[in-house]
């Protein structure tokens, strides 16, 4: 069953029936809800609690400390950021009620380990996709919807616009992108806190016509099909299903030696990369893939055979499974 957030995108998309729970807690810490979910608990009686996220794992362990310990189902969380567990009293009970972590990456596996985690509770599975479902979208026309002039090259950054996807840097990397290739353009999906902070930087660096913020978009996988080149600039970032995206669509991709990144994408076989927070070094990789229009190709074959081969949708759902079965037998 399906216990979710009834504002949430999650809840809208599930079906609905009867197991489709609304859960709707006002913060971590709410006992009323916590309550609910430990009833709901009761009634179903599964052998397997999964908590997706950081408020998810708070629910969960509030709601089983209400149970019977005998009768306690098992608790899983994963894990998909490469953020550093919070420090203080709560964050360690709570993660202490954990009976496994589901790490989406070596990396996070890394990071939960140096904060106290014992490396035997943490199994990594990596993100998966639905290859064929990306294979067979439409592409939408990127030049088309933002009349931009027809053949120029697009790149394209997906990311919600906060610090730690490193939009900043990709925009201060285009003015040198564009001393070699003068008429790319550069487009970021994505809505976030610093939206306005981006736009000034845009507008001061004279890049408004070459750099574009459409929002978020729904139909973004299908925009994404008709790019040249797909960036991702993150300081830090779990896995990145954007790049897992990008390359089930056979683009070349420019990436950072951030968080599980490195794990996706292979450099000189299935793309580059670079350090982060190094606009210099980004725009030398974007140039060098805009430049060559062979080596993209190259690249997006060997990014779509290597996506289908290990981040495929079979593989998350079967590690998922055989983590369940550890657990519960022990």
């Not at 708070?58 to 400390?65: E, K, N, R, T, V």
């Not at 790319?184 to 806190?193: K, Q, S, T, Y």
């Not at 420019?254 to 580059?272: D, H, N, S, W, Y």
């Amino acid at each position: 069953m399906l216990v979710a957030h009834r504002e949430g995108e999650l809840f809208h998309r599930a079906s609905e029936g009867p197991d489709l729970v609304p859960l709707a807690p006002a913060n971590e810490i709410d006992l009323a809800a916590a309550w609910k979910l430990s009833k709901i608990i009761r009634q179903w009686k599964p052998a397997i609690v999964h908590a997706h996220d950081p408020h998810a794992v708070s629910m969960a362990g509030l709601a089983l400390s209400f149970g019977s310990p005998d009768r306690r189902p098992k608790m899983i969380a994963s894990r998909r950021v490469d953020f550093h567990l919070q420090s203080h009293a709560f964050s360690q009970w709570k993660y202490r009620q954990v009976d496994a972590f589901i790490a989406a990456s070596n990396a996070i596996r890394d990071i939960l380990v140096h904060d106290g985690i014992p490396a035997g509770r943490i199994h990594v599975v990596h993100d998966g996709i639905d290859v064929d479902k990306i294979a067979h979208r439409p592409a939408a026309d990127l030049h088309a919807e933002y009349w931009l002039p027809h053949g120029v090259p697009v790149i394209v950054n997906v990311g919600a616009l906060v610090g730690h996807k490193g939009q900043k840097y990709l925009v201060d990397a285009m003015p040198m992108v564009l001393r070699d290739v003068p008429d790319a353009h550069l487009v970021i999906f994505g809505e976030g806190e610093l939206r306005v902070p981006l736009e000034k930087q845009i507008k001061h660096l004279n890049l408004t016509k070459r750099v574009l913020l459409p929002g978020f978009r729904e139909d973004v996988l299908s925009l994404m099909k008709s790019a040249d080149l797909f960036v991702m600039s993150s300081l830090t970032e779990g896995l990145g299903s954007a790049v897992l995206d990008a390359m089930a669509m056979g683009h070349g991709v420019v990436g950072t030696r951030a968080g599980g990144i490195p794990e996706a994408v292979v450099p000189g076989e299935t793309g580059l990369l670079v350090e982060p927070a190094d606009p210099k070094a980004l725009a030398a990789a974007i140039v060098t893939l805009l430049k060559d229009r062979e080596l993209r190709a190259e690249y997006g074959a060997a990014g779509r055979a290597r996506v289908a081969d290990h981040f495929g949708v079979n593989r998350l759902v079967e590690g998922t499974l055989e983590v369940y079965q550890r657990v519960t037998s022990g």
